[in-house]
């Protein structure tokens, strides 16, 4: 059968109404067939049975107010959720019945969903301490606190709330700011430690992840790196 490309053109962006759980959307057969493996791409593709409602709409008995989310992602191929969307595990088995295969794995994905208006801010803090091989008990050399982020309010809170720790802070970059401590008062870099982490944490962020590093560089001497890693969601600034 021959199909005039030109009727094609238009079948494919006519648009079609649907009735999804008594709520009416209206798109086109081309959002609607974005995914051809999907369940909505084998319907608008003739190859699954269609329900039509007393108005002709093509009818679908699932979460009609979900579905808000299932057609924008069919339209961008982004998940966009509010911040406060606590129906997480609802829209799992939408996507899971509609067979969205990759809504499925956005949804699956451990990676926070963050709305279009929002980005994360980050926060490294990193502890390096130089051990002495050979001493017994083990002598601690050098130790340096770093604190790396792109907000600047953070480090120039940092700066003026821990003035009595001035004197072990070294010059400040652009988007660091680092405390050393020598052999004779390493331990205040603990003290120190525990304060940071407690005024980042009162900022708004949260602990990511936390990792150890151990190197061995010189033949007198171990470096023990510990890093945390914190978030937190700030709105974009509008234009």
């Known amino acids: 059968m021959h199909v005039d490309n030109g009727h094609w053109g238009y079948m494919m962006t006519e648009p079609v109404t649907l009735n999804v759980g008594g709520h009416l959307y209206t798109t086109s057969r081309s959002t609607l067939q974005r ?48 911040l406060d969307f606590k129906e997480t595990d609802l829209l799992r088995k939408e996507a899971d019945f509609y067979q969205i295969e990759p809504l499925i794995q956005c949804l699956n994905d451990p990676k926070p969903l963050h709305p279009l208006d929002t980005f994360e801010q ?9 051990l002495s091989k050979y001493s017994n008990p083990v002598a601690v050399i050098i130790t340096q606190l770093t604190i790396t982020t792109k907000v600047h309010s953070l ?31 390493y331990h205040q870099e603990v003290s120190l430690r525990v304060h940071l982490i407690d005024y980042i944490t009162r900022q708004g962020f949260a602990i990511r992840n936390t990792r150890v590093h151990h190197m061995s560089e010189r033949a007198n001497e171990n470096t023990v790196e510990h890093h945390w890693t914190f978030c937190r969601l700030a709105r974009k600034a509008e234009d």
Request: proline content about 6%; hydrophobic content about 35%; charged content about 25%.
């Open 35 to 82: 995914y051809p493996d999907s369940m909505l791409g084998a319907m608008f593709r003739g190859d699954f049975p269609s329900a039509r409602d007393a108005h002709g709409n093509y009818f679908i008995d699932r979460d009609g107010p979900l579905f808000r989310y299932i057609l924008n992602f069919l339209r961008t191929s982004e998940l966009t959720l509010p």
């Open 122 to 130: 980050v926060v490294e803090l990193s502890s390096t301490r130089k």
């Open 155 to 185: 480090l120039e809170g940092i700066a003026n709330s821990f003035t009595k720790w001035n004197k072990h802070m070294m010059d400040t970059r652009d988007c660091q700011v680092s405390f050393t401590f020598g052999p004779c008062d």
